[in-house]
């Protein structure tokens, strides 16, 4: 019971994590129609400026993941107002090879710039956990938790209460509708980019200090973010979320009583034959493109 | 006129081992060869269906496993009851190996009929995923990390020369170049044939080739079988001369290698590939002379591969072919459409109209 | 448009056939392969800057045969297939006349048809898989000690230690499953209970799964087998899940000031084994080199959790330039015989080769020293061998 129990609390702490990683790529192609390949490589960012400022600057721990999700925020709108602004309206082929190209530049930038020896991050949180009876769990993984569900809700809130949310869901609705009613794509655009490239951030720097970083951690949080966003349904925040907690869930699960080996397996397998019963994920509104 | 520079430089391909005796040059070019093969097959389905399958090196991954697991044997345990293969002679088991990718392709042919667009892209990364990490963990079957290794090479029989182990740079050199033009034969017979126009009328326009009765799940599987098998020959190929085989074989990287070898060349044109494959295989090594890293070179890949899109949205090939018309080639014949000025103008194909 | 096409293939063609061949050698080459990037790449670094500082000394006291060796050093990236294309490189480009490498025992099994193929000798400077040494591969030399050696060596700490019933948690891969199986046979044959026999990704970070299972299974002792970067994320993450079972590492690429450095407290209360005791080089056979070594490693700043993995790189070296002068020229097959007799006082002990393998193609063995030792209020405390 204590296994099951302690497996439960592992999958809901990753469960946070995996939703952040969700939210920001099914925003990101919900409003703009990119599949965001350079996803993995801003939370590869998020994780290497946490590196960075706590590590080799020596910055207080709350005060870096801010300025590791402000630079990841910075960097997304850099490469969408100099990558993508000119695309819009190619189609989701040209796109994609322009993103995988802004991938693989990104991740070996990544590693000239920090070799290819993986750091470790300290965490100001004592190492003793948290027990509760045959249960525990690390301060440290506690407090990613928390910020990340802050994190979650804020996004919400933004989307929902906030005038740029409103354009951006007027945005997702309708692009041209929108442009009529005097939204600006350009800005809805480069927003919504920056903020799911600041979600992507948040996520590497919050897991930077559980994990280690090395520079090709970003594929793994990609691919996983694809797992997650196809669970939920391409361009739902909602379903996102869900299947973030869904894919952390099986993986631990799996991992705990199926075998070790396949958790990461877990997720695809789960997507292939969600794919093959109902194309459009479990909680998509709209209907599959293409 | 064409068709003599064809042959002259298909007779320098087949006479080059003869006078050059750079063994690891030779080695660059094998290399470049089955990665070359790959890329012609991918470009049956990116160029000519229009299908993005970021999956391809699931195919090419599958190939090699297959060869290698046929021609070494094996033994596994069902629920406790042994399965075995004993090892079987090198070219049974590439063409099992071909078989069996085919296969794969039918599958995700018929997956691919289901989604499109993003979705099938995702589909298509995540199968190559689930078949990495399968090699990676059924440690009964693949060795998992451990690598298969020594992998027999293959032992052909010729009228005229009788017995000859395909070891070594030279055998190698010339069954990568006999691969690559059977390749390059099967592909140029099938884009010319009807099933090759129905699968360009369908990248140019599905739903106008669906209303005028073309069956589009039938060209679909059908490219994406032949796609598959050529990967899975190409991979059987690669895993009888390196004559190992590991789990990263399956690592997104290299169906991105494909990628930009198909889309620098040219998609959908047949030496498209080639010409990539050329300059993609053959540049790390010319690179090299100049001590640069190779994370400097894949990230002038990446550079590359952007601009390329912007500024050379059909690849190589068509770029050169135009621009020889234009400067006025021989024939005379009218200028070709002008070069889309825009990339958004460069894909009058797609379906999402722009404002 | 085949015009086209085939001349700008013939172009590129004619201009790599230039850019070919190497410059006159006036240096003796030994290639080294490592892994300088992925899973193993700290331990892989460490190599290579051992083997560098070897390579500056053995200049600086006027190299061999009257030429100054050069190290080409080649990127294997942790991975099998890539490790074979850097010994092709290494031998078909380069030609290099003797290797060392591959640090992983999967890397290193990876690449010996290679050199039976083009008949070129390799100093084994980590591995530890049985595998390596008894399949027949007469071009293997290998100064590390094999996972049988160490577990026998481990063998009197078994009652010292009272471990009653222990778990496992390893890689799966040649070196960890290799570990794991020599292990739990000689604890079983000491009448120590074998509880779960968990195994891991080498790239895997997460290991919560695996480690919730020992703590069900209820074992006293741990053994964990991989290199120093999942050590530092196992021990953490035990002590996340309130796994009081004892640890001990086995392999000896560990690096204890590492996972002092990295996992603070966590490290605390494991045990690790290693080849080399920098903390006391008193108690090793040859405390001069050793010395040496250690001095030099400080002098170029490098990481001090690094002393106990570069000192193989630094003696692999030392094996092979020994070798390259009993054999009075720098050629393969003279190499491979000389270094039969090559005798070097090393960090690993008197390196010295017996015979392993079938008869006829045997593979060369050294007979290191295994030390095991334990972290304690952050430091490295002896343990009692």
């Known amino acids: 019971m ?21 939210i920001g790529l099914t925003l990101i192609f919900g409003i703009m129609r990119v599949v965001n390949f350079t996803h993995g490589e801003l939370y590869a960012f998020g994780a290497y400026m946490m590196y960075m400022w706590v590590m080799l600057i020596g910055a207080n721990f709350v005060v870096s993941i801010a300025l590791a999700v402000a630079l990841g925020v910075l960097l997304g709108a850099g490469i969408e107002i100099l990558l993508l602004r000119r695309l819009r309206g190619a189609d989701i082929d040209t796109t994609m090879l322009v993103m995988i190209g802004a991938w693989i530049a990104m991740q070996n930038t990544e590693q000239l710039v920090w070799s290819g020896v993986a750091k470790s991050i300290d965490s100001p949180f004592p190492s003793a956990p948290l027990v509760m009876g045959g249960v525990s769990v690390s301060w440290t993984r506690l407090f990613v938790f928390a910020v990340a569900v802050m994190l979650i809700a804020g996004t919400w809130v ?84 869900i299947g973030g907690f869904i894919l952390a869930f099986m993986e631990e699960l799996g991992a705990g009583y199926v075998s070790s080996g396949y958790r990461d397996a877990m997720g695809f397998l789960l997507i292939i034959v969600i794919l093959l019963v109902k194309p459009t994920g479990l909680f998509a509104r709209k209907e599959r493109i293409g | 006129m064409s068709r003599a520079v064809t042959l002259a430089w298909v007779v320098f391909l087949f006479t080059l081992p003869l006078w050059m005796d750079n063994l690891y040059f030779l080695h660059v070019l094998i290399m470049a060869g089955i990665f070359i093969v790959a890329a012609m097959s991918l470009n049956l389905l990116l160029g000519y269906t229009g299908q993005l399958s970021l999956g391809h090196v699931a195919f090419f991954g599958i190939g090699a496993y297959v060869s290698s697991l046929c021609s070494l044997g094996f033994e596994i345990h069902v629920f406790d009851v042994p399965v075995g293969l004993a090892p079987k002679p090198v070219w049974l088991s590439m063409i099992v190996a071909v078989v069996f990718a085919g296969l794969c392709g039918w599958m995700i042919g018929k ?31 693949t060795q998992g990390p451990m690598a298969l290794n020594n992998i027999p090479f293959l032992k052909l029989w010729l009228p005229g020369i009788g017995d000859i182990d395909v070891l070594g740079k030279m055998p190698n050199y010339y069954l ?53 098998a050529l990967a899975g020959l190409a991979g059987a190929v690669y895993a009888q001369y390196v004559r190992i085989v590991d789990p990263d074989v399956f690592l997104f990287i290299y169906t991105v290698t494909m990628v930009i070898m198909v889309v620098t060349g040219g998609k959908g044109t047949l030496a498209g590939p080639i010409v990539g494959g050329l300059i993609f295989g053959i540049l790390p090594e010319l690179l090299r002379g100049f001590e640069v890293q190779p994370e400097i070179q894949w990230v002038v890949y990446g550079v590359l591969m952007i601009l390329i899109v912007y500024f050379l949205p059909e690849g190589i090939v068509p770029a050169v072919r135009d621009g020889w018309r234009r400067v006025g080639g021989r024939s005379g014949a009218p200028p070709a459409q002008p070069a889309p000025a825009t990339p958004a103008g460069a894909t009058p194909a797609t379906a999402e109209a722009s404002p | ?81 890539e490790a074979v294309a850097t010994v092709e490189k290494l031998i078909v480009r380069d030609k290099v006349p003797v290797i060392m490498g591959a640090w992983s025992s999967t890397l290193t099994l990876a690449v010996m048809p290679k050199l039976q ?104 002792t741990l053994f964990v087998t991989t290199a120093v970067e999942q050590v530092t994320l196992i021990l953490k993450q035990a002590k996340e899940l309130q796994l009081n079972t004892r640890i001990i590492t086995t392999g000896g690429s560990n690096s204890p000031d590492q996972l002092i450095a990295q996992a603070g407290d966590a490290a605390n209360g494991s045990f690790h084994t290693v080849f080399f005791p920098p903390w006391f080089p008193e108690v090793v056979t040859n405390p001069e080199p050793a010395k040496r070594y250690m001095d030099e490693w400080k002098k170029r700043g490098h990481e001090p959790g690094g002393l106990t993995e570069g000192f193989r790189g630094y003696d692999g070296i030392y094996t092979i330039v020994e070798a390259i002068k009993i054999a009075g020229k720098a050629e393969p097959a003279a190499i491979k015989d000389a270094l039969w007799k090559t005798k070097v006082k090393g960090i690993y002990g008197n390196i010295a080769f017996i015979k392993q393998g079938p008869a006829g193609s045997e593979s060369g063995q050294n007979i290191p020293s295994v030390y095991l030792v334990k972290i304690d209020g952050g430091k490295v405390v002896k343990s009692g061998l």
């Open chain 1, 2 to 22: 204590d296994q099951l129990l302690q497996h439960a609390l592992n999958a809901m702490i990753l469960g946070g994590t995996y939703a952040l990683l969700g």
């Open chain 1, 158 to 241: 933004l989307i929902q209460k906030t005038r740029l949310g409103k354009a951006m869901r007027a945005t997702f609705q309708d692009r041209e509708a929108a442009a009529l009613m005097g939204v600006r794509i350009d800005r809805v655009h480069t927003a919504t980019f920056a903020i799911g490239s600041g979600l992507a951030a948040a996520a590497g720097a919050l897991l930077g200090p559980v994990f280690v970083v090395y520079p090709t951690i970003g594929d793994l949080a990609s691919l996983k973010a694809f797992a997650i966003v196809i669970l939920g349904g391409l361009g739902s925040i909602p379903g996102a979320t």
């Open chain 3, 1 to 81: 448009m085949h015009t086209r096409t085939a001349k700008l293939a013939l172009a590129l063609l004619g201009a790599t056939l230039l850019a070919g061949p190497a410059l006159a050698q006036e240096t003796i080459k030994i290639g080294v392969t490592q892994p300088l990037t992925g899973a193993f790449a700290a331990s892989g670094n460490y190599v290579a800057q051992g083997a560098r500082i070897a390579e500056t000394e053995i200049n600086a006291a006027g190299g061999v045969l009257g030429k100054k060796i050069q190290l080409v050093v080649e990127d294997n990236k942790s991975n099998p297939t």
């Open chain 2, 176 to 228: 990568v170049l006999v691969v690559a033009v059977v390749t390059y034969v099967i592909i140029r017979r099938l884009v010319h044939s009807r099933a090759g126009r129905a699968m360009i009328a369908l990248r140019e326009n599905e739903p106008l080739a669906t209303s005028v009765g073309i069956d589009v799940t039938r060209f679909l599987v059908l490219a994406t079988v032949v796609s598959a």
């Open chain 3, 117 to 220: 193929e083009y008949k070129v000798p390799m100093v084994v400077e980590t591995s530890s898989s049985g595998k390596i040494t008894t399949s027949g591969n007469p071009y293997i030399f290998r100064i590390s000690p094999t996972s049988e050696m160490e577990a026998v060596a481990f063998k009197p700490l078994v009652p010292k230690l009272a471990i009653k019933k222990a778990d496992f948690l390893n890689t799966n891969n040649d070196f960890g499953i290799g570990s794991a199986a020599e292990y739990s046979k000689m604890l079983k044959a000491q009448g120590v209970a074998v509880g779960v026999m968990e195994t891991m990704d080498p790239k895997a970070t997460d290991f919560s799964a695996q480690l919730t299972r020992i703590k069900a299974s209820g074992g006293d």
């Open chain 2, 111 to 141: 997956i691919s009929f289901k989604v499109r667009g993003a979705y099938f892209v995702i589909v298509s990364v995540s199968f190559a995923e689930v078949t990495r990490l399968v090699a990676l963990n059924w440690l009964e079957l």
